[in-house]
């Protein structure tokens, strides 16, 4: 079978359009995934990030709009270069889970026999090589996850699609699983993975879409998403009051006596100075850049930020 | 269509296997076997019941010679009714009064019995409860008068005996076409039926979303239908092979004194697995799309419910061209694509001719054709439902 040639974008959408009976799924996304990057999809539950998901992937089709996978405008064309681990994680109970793994890769080309060498290595490498004989009704459901994520992988894909892996996985396993995303990125495979935990999706990726009711709120680097909001100033002073306090905005709150505000548009160096010489006696000043929750706050607003919260306790 | 193919391989073999090698399959296998024992276990006891209910007693006031000219008829009768189920003899020697004598034994529980014959061969008298014009009267009737006529000389029925009649042989040809179009109808109802749980299930666990990611939903589709249809045909031998064997032990003759059917036994069987695969396909495309509508398991039951009711109108629809595969309504049955591999493969072993069976064949495929190319649509559009869908008919209303 002839591969799409590389080309800058893994995955390209055009304002996809999906409607279920009278409700929009998603309305209007686009995005574009670069080839070998960690992409991240955050939004809360319902926003409509594992049915962008399945339209990419072909699963289903959108109502209107386009995408492109691996150079194919149909996806499914690319389905021995894709994997995808989905939200609701299936496997057949009775099934081993070298069996399972290799079953997996089977059906995205790989010939059973290759399957289970690789299946066998797989399990070795992730600490569960003693359970390769066993049926996957008697593992732990962290430990079928795993099973069904090297299931994911195990055909060598270069496109790597991933809907809230992180969810039911405890601390270790989910660091284990970054680290597993971050080995698939070096090698130069694409990963795109929906979360609506911000913490891995700031540790992961490079670039990130925000989608809030199934409309892309931002779609761009990581640092983008930062650079929306400015910096935050953090200052404590000797003196109570005087000439400094025209130096900092109207709206700096105050918090113990420690003063907090963003810091203004002229930069850091006019903003000293005038600390300095209105006599601010400046005690500790720290310029902090914004995190990415910051971030998710302003663009997609404080309800779907506290939609997330409720969400992930993490 | 190679990825395709391939895909429906892939998936084909998994079903396959995972039907094949599963405890479940051993039960499906001995599945036969339980209307066979049961059949055994109450017809023996049916017929234990019925030998008591249906042979009443009756009681001969007579001496000693001519109960036993009365004994020899009923056995000569019993014979020639095949053992059917007739009157018994119970003899008891005359004491005075006939009169008083049968009403004594009327009433006595120790002979049981419901009438008292009396006055010998010369004045036979029946004296109980019974009518006059009734089965019972009739027997005794019949018994005296072939006691009577014991001693004259009936002419000996001479007997030539001939292997078969066109009488006989339609008759267990008729036979054979009801029994293959039972196998056919049963076996497709319980493996559309399985196959249809095995999709519950793969919804219910989630894999379907794994399958349909990496392949062709229509492969998916091709597959399961396809793996159950070899579970099955390797069942079907398993049943052959066991019936074969079962009749080569227990009937003289062996496999050789079933039935021939019209056009060979080969030729026979192998229509059958076709004709079974094709009613299979048929149906289990139908159950397939009717099992992507459905989410839970009671809403598979109360979709496929008018699925099940009109296969067995079929059925009904198609049992009509037994006898007479020729006529109007065999031809249309056999026309019904739903119809027509029950109605054909009853013309198997009832008409010797093949070339119908060709045309019959090539009609089926194409049929096979178009309905699995739209149930594997509809399996498309709607297996993998997301969000929120309209509401179906069949779906009440939240209270």
């Known amino acids: ?314 | 269509m190679t990825r395709l193919l391939r895909s429906a391989w892939v998936i084909g073999r998994r079903d396959f296997t995972a039907t094949v090698f599963s405890k479940a399959f051993i039960f499906f296998l001995l599945g036969p076997l339980f209307p066979v024992l049961l059949g055994a276990l109450f017809g023996g006891i049916g017929a234990r019941v019925a030998s008591q209910a249906e042979q009443p007693r009756i009681a001969v006031v007579a001496p000693h010679a001519v109960f036993e000219q009365l004994a020899s008829a009923r056995d000569r009768l019993g014979q020639a009714m095949n053992d059917r189920p007739t009157i018994q003899l119970v003899e008891v020697a005359p004491q005075g009064n006939a009169d008083v004598q049968a009403d004594d034994l009327l009433k006595s529980s120790r002979h049981s019995v419901v009438a008292v014959l009396t006055g010998g061969l010369d004045k036979p008298h029946l004296t109980g409860a019974i009518e006059p014009d009734g089965s019972i009267a009739g027997q005794v009737q019949l018994l005296v008068g072939q006691a009577r006529a014991a001693g004259s000389s009936a002419p000996a029925l001479a007997v030539t005996a001939t292997e078969k009649s066109s009488g006989s042989v339609d008759r267990s040809r008729s036979i054979t076409a009801q029994m293959g179009q039972m196998i056919l109808f049963f076996l497709t109802i319980i493996l559309a039926g399985m196959t249809l749980s095995q999709l519950i299930e793969e919804k219910s666990n989630k894999v379907i979303e794994v399958l349909a990611a990496a392949v062709p939903i229509e492969a998916i589709f091709v597959g399961k239908l396809f793996a159950m249809l070899a579970a099955s045909i390797v069942g079907i031998v398993v049943w052959v092979s066991a019936g074969v064997a079962a009749v080569s032990m227990f009937m003289s003759g062996g496999a050789g004194s079933i039935p021939t059917p019209a056009v060979g036994s080969i030729p026979f069987l192998i229509l059958t697995v076709i004709y079974f695969a094709m009613n299979y396909l048929l149906l289990g495309s139908v159950f397939l799309s009717i099992g992507a509508q459905a989410s839970t398991v009671r809403e598979v039951q109360t979709l496929s419910m008018p699925a099940t009711v009109a296969q067995v109108l079929i059925f009904g629809f198609a049992a009509l061209a037994i006898g007479s595969p020729d006529s109007p309504m065999a031809i249309a049955g056999a026309l019904f694509p739903l119809s027509s591999p029950l109605v054909m493969v009853a013309r198997a072993a009832e008409r010797p001719e093949l070339w119908p069976h060709l045309v019959a064949l090539v009609w089926q495929a194409i049929w096979i054709g178009l309905v699995v190319a739209g149930s594997a649509r509809l399996f498309r559009r709607t297996v993998l439902k997301s969000g929120p869908v309209k509401r179906r008919w069949w779906r009440r209303s939240p209270a």
């Open chain 1, 1 to 314: 079978m002839l591969r799409a040639q590389s080309s800058e974008w893994a995955v390209e959408a055009t304002d996809l359009v999906k409607d279920f009976g009278d409700t929009r799924a998603v309305d209007g996304v686009s995005l574009a995934v670069p080839t070998g990057s960690i992409y991240g999809l955050l939004g809360p539950n319902g926003a409509g990030k594992t049915t962008t998901l399945r339209i990419l992937l072909g699963i289903i089709d959108p109502s209107s709009g386009s995408r492109r996978v691996l150079g194919h405008d149909r996806p499914i064309e690319a389905a021995s270069d894709i994997g995808y681990l989905p939200e609701e994680r299936g496997l057949y109970p009775a099934m081993h889970c070298r069996d399972a793994i290799a079953f997996m890769g089977a059906l995205r080309g790989l010939s059973l026999g290759e399957g289970r060498k690789r299946a066998d290595t797989l399990l070795e490498e992730h600490g569960l090589a003693e359970w390769a004989g066993k049926p996957i009704r008697t593992l732990s459901k962290g430990m079928a996850q795993t099973v069904q994520l090297l299931g994911t992988i195990v055909h060598k894909p270069r496109l790597i699609v991933l809907d809230e892996p992180f969810a039911g996985l405890d601390a270790i396993n989910q660091a284990r699983l970054e680290e597993l995303i971050r080995t698939e990125a070096r090698g130069g495979v694409t990963v795109i993975f929906s979360t609506h935990v911000i913490a891995h999706a700031e540790r992961l990726c490079e670039r990130i879409a925000i989608i809030a009711k199934g409309k892309v709120a931002f779609e761009g680097a990581v640092d983008e998403a930062r650079a929306t909001l400015r910096p935050i100033v953090r200052l404590r002073t000797r003196s109570a009051d005087g000439p400094w306090r025209d130096a900092i905005p109207a709206d700096a709150r105050q918090q113990g006596a420690e003063w907090i505000f963003e810091l203004p548009p002229s930069g850091p160096e006019p903003l000293l100075k005038a600390l300095i010489d209105g006599g601010a006696g400046i005690e500790t000043l720290a310029i902090e850049r914004p995190g990415l929750h910051d971030a998710f706050v302003a663009i997609a607003g404080p309800k779907a930020a506290a939609a997330m919260s409720q969400e992930t306790p993490q």
